[in-house]
């Protein structure tokens, strides 16, 4: 059974057609790098995932269970079930470009809130577990601090820490390092590399070649909407097949390969 499974996807925005039949699945431990020239349809991909924009066709399946959708009496298309909605987003964990971290709440707040409140965990124990997660995200020294005294990389590695408190089957990263300062990008990076090495399975929105080279086990490329190629990524990102893809990353410098000392080197995988 797939982790997660999108199947004939649209979306259209006004007279843009964005998504023109998206279909991808993610198995167990997937790391899929979803990449693509801005307005390719990378981030709506995401939110239509977990519904945050409502996709106008197509299906998507968590670990099997399909979301079901209907239509309203102005022929508009939603959920046919908000608490099936409400719980398939606990099982997707999803981290964002501007993080999103609650200002008036310290980063251990910011993590506990939804597993107390939405999961009923008891509060000792989402602590316990909360300052588990900062460890394991290198912020065990700013459990107090108030988000306007973070950096752009702490508080984007407090924002995974907050994701991955729900406990998520699948976790959806929407290009987590493009509103980041240069010098705080591989802190990001070296965090989800050590979640990839976990098994955890993972969808990426990125335009860090070199990380998707070193740590995705596949890579999906898009072009207005449509899957252009996809496949290993080590296939897909030294041997491209379309012109497309060969143009995006002729683009990018040296190929992507400059992001990947911030990894430790571009054999990871």
């Known amino acids: 059974m797939a982790a997660l499974r999108v199947s004939d996807l649209y979306k259209r925005f006004g007279a843009l057609d964005v998504l023109r039949g998206i279909s991808l699945s993610a198995q167990e431990r997937d790391v899929i790098a979803i990449m693509g020239a801005s307005g390719s349809g990378k981030s709506t991909l995401l939110r239509c995932i977990n519904l945050l924009d409502i996709p106008d066709a197509g299906e998507v399946q968590v670990a099997g269970e399909l979301i079901h959708m209907t239509f309203d009496r102005r022929g508009q298309r939603g959920p046919a079930d908000r608490r099936q909605v409400d719980r398939i987003r606990t099982r997707l964990g999803m981290v964002f470009q501007r993080f999103n971290l ?22 000792r124990q989402a602590i316990a577990h909360a300052e588990h997660l900062l460890h394991k995200v290198g912020l065990d020294d700013k459990r107090d601090t108030y988000p306007a005294h973070l950096s752009g990389g702490q508080e984007q590695r407090a924002a995974i820490a907050r994701a991955l408190a729900m406990e998520p089957e699948v976790m959806l990263f929407d290009e987590p390092t493009s509103a980041l300062d240069p010098e705080l990008v591989g802190e990001v990076l070296k965090v989800i590399d050590a979640l990839a090495e976990e098994g955890r399975t993972m969808l990426i929105v990125t335009h860090e070649i070199g990380f998707a080279r070193a740590v995705s086990s ?7 909407g449509t899957i252009v190629e996809e496949g290993p990524s080590r296939q897909v990102l030294d041997h491209p097949r379309s012109d497309r ?11 992507g390969r400059a992001t990947s000392h911030l990894l430790g080197g571009d054999d990871l995988r």
Request: proline share 8%; hydrophobic share 40%; net charge positive.
């Open 102 to 123: 609650w200002s008036h709440l310290t980063v251990l707040q910011n993590i506990i809130e939804a597993p107390i409140h939405v999961l009923g965990v008891p509060r």
């Open 218 to 224: 596949r890579t999906v490329f898009l072009h207005e």
């Open 245 to 255: 893809l060969k143009r995006f990353l002729s683009n990018s410098p040296g190929g």
